[in-house]
């Protein structure tokens, strides 16, 4: 009866794992299109190319825009907490798999 709750846990805890992934994945999707469209909102001259925002087509300086800074402080924290609650449930799994083996 204890393999069955064991692996129920172990169950639980990959799809936790699983969620955590996809959310880190669209923290990063979103927040990209986000980024763009603050760096032209900020100015109509402004362009996103590459993950960067910059003065224009023609001048490929990088435009210093706080509301693109803001946002990757925000995402950061967002991504670091969730890693952190990643290592926690891989913990877990670890625990429980290492309870199972000391059972055989």
Same mark, same amino acid.
């Given at each position: 009866?204890?393999?069955?709750?064991?692996?129920?846990?172990?169950?639980?805890?990959?799809?936790?794992?699983?969620?955590?992934?996809?959310?880190?994945?669209?923290?990063?999707?979103?927040?990209?299109?986000?980024?763009?469209?603050?760096?032209?909102?900020?100015?109509? @001259? &402004?362009?996103? #190319?590459?993950?960067?925002?910059?003065?224009?087509?023609?001048?490929?300086? $990088?435009?210093?825009?706080? !509301?693109?800074?803001?946002? @990757? &402080?925000?995402? #950061?924290?967002?991504?670091?907490?969730?890693?952190?609650?990643t290592i926690? $449930?891989?913990?877990?799994? !670890?625990?429980?798999?290492?309870?199972m083996v000391?059972?055989?």
């Open positions: 009866m204890a393999m069955d709750s064991d692996l129920k846990k172990i169950g639980s805890l990959g799809t936790a794992l699983l969620g955590i992934m996809i959310l880190i994945g669209v923290f990063f999707l979103v927040g990209s299109l986000w980024k763009e469209n603050l760096c032209t909102q900020s100015d109509s @001259d &402004y362009v996103w #190319t590459n993950g960067e925002c910059q003065v224009s087509s023609t001048n490929t300086s $990088v435009a210093e825009v706080d !509301a693109i800074t803001y946002v @990757d &402080y925000g995402i #950061t924290a967002f991504v670091t907490a969730l890693g952190f609650l926690l $449930v891989l913990v877990g799994i !670890a625990k429980i798999l290492l309870r000391k059972g055989f």
